[in-house]
């Protein structure tokens, strides 16, 4: 069975920086799209960012340039570093994974319409100005 497990989520000021992590089990992510997505309060989930087996990354215009997304394969590990956070980055964070487990699916797409299928439990991050 996927597990993907979520850490790293807290409260900083405006400015700061998090780091979150995803650890995932039962499943070999390496090879096939992960990502991060959020949702704040009265919000639909929204991509924030994606990395496909290959290493492609693909982020959504609010994050770009100030969120990092990468991989550890040995680890079984996806990060999202999160710098210059603003108060509207507040939302509850979710890893996810497209399990596939023969060929890959365009991970672009799987992003663009959330079409992940394994999500973790979340992790909040609150930023405060």
């Known amino acids: 069975q996927v597990q993907l497990v979520e850490s790293g989520g807290g409260s900083v000021q405006a400015g700061g920086s998090l780091k979150l992590s995803c650890a995932v089990s039962?499943?070999?992510?390496?090879?096939?799209?992960m990502g991060w997505l959020r949702q704040a309060p009265g919000k639909e989930r929204e991509g924030v960012a994606a990395?496909?087996?290959?290493?492609?990354?693909y982020y959504s215009d609010s994050v770009k340039g100030r969120f990092t997304i990468s991989q550890d394969n040995s680890k079984n590990t996806m990060y999202l570093q999160m710098d210059s956070l603003k108060p509207e980055d507040t939302a509850m964070y979710y890893c996810?994974?497209?399990?596939?487990?023969?060929?890959?699916?365009?991970?672009?797409?799987?992003?663009?319409?959330?079409?992940?299928?394994?999500w973790g439990q979340g992790t909040q991050v609150t930023v405060s100005s």
């Open positions: 990395i496909s087996g290959g290493g492609t990354t």
């Open positions: 039962g499943y070999s992510g390496s090879g096939n799209c």
């Open positions: 996810a994974a497209d399990v596939v487990y023969a060929g890959v699916r365009n991970c672009e797409k799987v992003f663009e319409n959330k079409a992940f299928n394994a």
